[in-house]
């Protein structure tokens, strides 16, 4: 962890777990049963174990197709929510919450391509991985707790819309990310960790 998140995480502690389980809860009682905040939580639960997934990889190829799935499901999540979800939130007067989403994400995708730089089995990966998972933890946190749950005042016409749009664009991205991914399993497989790829 560089200098500057040292900084950052000291003058802005994050929320306790307590904290968290009660936004979760809070969101999970807004959401419908299939609805785009419902899609979002459960992108979120995946995302947290996926960052687990990583951590506990033991090996380098293992590490390696568990960074690159995690990568596929944030990026996948997060061109969703930058595409559907924060254009919403400004439109419906809620900028400072939109503009704040985009900027969070923004910085987890720069530090996740820097973890291709870094070995991945040092510590100073470890470190990144976990300076990357405490932003990502704090970012769901903000949109469960009163972010979103701005949107799902909007009338159920607005609620349907951001379902369908939601889910077309969680699933043009996963798709396309999850080709990628296959290919990524299958050359690092074949490399047996020779390299790491970028």
């Given at each position: 962890?560089?200098l500057?998140?040292?900084?950052?995480?000291?003058?802005?502690?994050?929320?306790?777990?307590d904290?968290r389980?009660?936004?979760?809860?809070k969101?999970?009682?807004?959401?419908g049963t299939?609805?785009?905040?419902?899609?979002?939580?459960?992108?979120?639960?995946?995302?947290?174990?996926?960052?687990?997934?990583v951590?506990a990889a033991?090996?380098l190829?293992?590490?390696?197709?568990?960074?690159?799935?995690?990568?596929?499901?944030?990026?996948a999540h997060?061109?969703?929510?930058?595409?559907?979800?924060?254009?919403a939130?400004?439109?419906?007067?809620?900028?400072?919450?939109?503009m704040?989403?985009?900027?969070e994400?923004?910085?987890?995708?720069?530090?996740?391509?820097?973890?291709?730089y870094?070995?991945?089995?040092?510590?100073?990966?470890?470190?990144k991985?976990?300076?990357?998972?405490?932003?990502?933890?704090?970012?769901?946190?903000?949109?469960?707790?009163d972010?979103?749950?701005?949107?799902?005042?909007?009338?159920?016409?607005?609620?349907?819309?951001?379902?369908q749009r939601?889910?077309?664009?969680?699933?043009?991205?996963?798709a396309?990310?999850?080709?990628?991914?296959?290919?990524?399993?299958e050359?690092?497989?074949?490399?047996a960790?020779?390299?790491?790829?970028?």
């Amino acid at each position: 962890m560089s200098l500057v998140d040292k900084v950052v995480a000291a003058v802005t502690p994050p929320e306790t777990e307590d904290q968290r389980r009660e936004a979760r809860a809070k969101a999970r009682a807004a959401a419908g049963t299939d609805d785009w905040l419902a899609l979002i939580l459960e992108h979120h639960v995946q995302i947290e174990g996926a960052f687990v997934a990583v951590r506990a990889a033991r090996d380098l190829p293992s590490r390696l197709v568990a960074q690159k799935e995690l990568a596929i499901l944030l990026t996948a999540h997060s061109n969703a929510e930058e595409t559907v979800i924060y254009p919403a939130l400004v439109h419906f007067g809620h900028k400072l919450h939109g503009m704040a989403g985009y900027t969070e994400q923004a910085g987890a995708k720069a530090n996740m391509g820097e973890l291709e730089y870094l070995d991945p089995m040092s510590q100073d990966y470890l470190d990144k991985l976990e300076h990357i998972r405490g932003a990502v933890a704090h970012h769901m946190y903000e949109e469960e707790n009163d972010r979103f749950l701005d949107l799902k005042k909007l009338a159920p016409t607005e609620q349907q819309r951001l379902t369908q749009r939601f889910r077309e664009e969680f699933t043009r991205y996963s798709a396309a990310d999850q080709q990628a991914g296959s290919v990524l399993r299958e050359t690092t497989r074949a490399d047996a960790g020779t390299s790491i790829p970028h």
